[in-house]
């Protein structure tokens, strides 16, 4: 996940681990986000299979793609976990092999509102594997949600030094673009600037801080009263506290998606895709998702999930949110001109 803190396993322990272990063809090598599958489930496939697998993992996306760039495309891996936007670099510059969806029966399974996006039409390169989105929850004690209702709301003097925004450049730039009806993945340098100076004038004096990890902890030890978070940490939140809500603005929310994508330079191609359709299986994809409570873009997998969970608009929102919503998307050579303003918002400058 784009989101998750995880000590990063370095390249020469993937190296290492090649020269040992199963024989030629019986390996698959990925580079993934930490704690997001779980151990039970690379051993059951391994079980099943005779594939033994070796993972490592990185704690930030550009790490991610900073190895990938100087391991020649990835030599070594078979299988990347990007994010929409990374998926997007890793496909224009060359470093992805498109999937042979004959040996993907399993991709039936998946949601349609979350297949056939425009970063890759048809689902050539990706799978996706788990959805979310940046959201905002309250302490319910202390701030009346209804008094929420658009992003322009995040303004009001009461909430001075009570808020928590995300330390993320796209998650905090899209509310910006948003209260002034842009999409939040605009490239324009002019609507750019004004979501900046949107911020600073309307948004940036009730902000606290900035905070990815423990945003939703925050909230709960009532270090702040309002926290925009990931819409998983938002339900961890309300489980432990009934008093954390949370809030849906008008102007819609944005969306994100982690996917799994084939390196070009994979040399185990077909036990990529064996474990690309394990992970697709009902069965499997419930488990994972049980494990670890982020959106599950499996429909059929959703179905065996409990009924409170299944039914969380938090965890699953409504069609309607969805289509009000908007998918991060590469915003291309733009990206200077965001991390430009994003540094601004930083340093208060």
Request: proline share 4%.
């Amino acid at each position: 996940m784009k989101r998750l803190i995880a000590l990063c396993l370095c390249f020469a322990l993937s190296v290492l681990s090649a020269c040992g272990g199963s024989k030629s063809g019986e390996e698959l090598f990925m580079y993934i986000w930490a704690e997001y599958i779980p151990d039970s489930v690379f051993k059951q496939f391994e079980d099943e299979t005779g594939i033994k697998i070796r993972v490592s993992t990185f704690d930030n996306l550009d790490d991610m793609f900073a190895k990938i760039k100087i391991t020649d495309g990835g030599e070594g891996y078979d299988l990347v976990m990007p994010s929409i936007e990374y998926a997007s670099l890793l496909k224009n510059q060359g470093y992805l092999q498109k999937l042979d969806k004959r040996l993907l029966p399993n991709f039936k399974n998946m949601d349609p509102n979350y297949v056939n996006l425009p970063f890759d039409k048809g689902n050539e390169y990706t799978v996706p594997f788990t959805v979310g989105t940046s959201t905002f929850a309250v302490n319910s004690k202390k701030v009346d949600p209804e008094k929420l209702k658009k992003l322009e709301d995040l303004s009001r003097p009461e909430y001075k030094k009570r808020l928590l925004l995300l330390n993320d450049i796209r998650a905090v730039m899209g509310i910006g673009l948003r209260m002034n009806g842009h999409s939040i993945n605009d490239r324009n340098k002019e609507h750019i600037k004004q979501a900046y100076e949107t911020l600073k004038e309307k948004i940036l004096p009730n902000v606290k801080g900035f905070d990815t990890e423990a945003a939703a902890q925050a909230l709960l030890n009532g270090e702040v009263d309002i926290a925009m978070t990931w819409n998983g940490l938002v339900y961890a939140a309300m489980q432990e506290n009934p008093d954390i809500v949370e809030v849906r603005m008008n102007d819609g929310m944005n969306f994100w998606m982690d996917s799994f994508a084939l390196l070009k330079k994979s040399k185990n191609v077909v036990n990529a895709h064996k474990f690309l359709d394990f992970i697709m299986r009902p069965d499997v994809s419930a488990k994972i998702t049980s494990e670890y409570q982020y959106s599950s873009p499996n429909a059929a997998a959703r179905k065996l999930l409990p009924e409170k969970v299944r039914n969380n608009k938090t965890l699953y929102p409504d069609k309607s949110d969805v289509q009000k919503g908007e998918f991060e998307n590469d915003i291309g050579d733009a990206l200077p001109v965001y991390e430009k303003y994003w540094t601004k918002i930083k340093t208060g400058s």
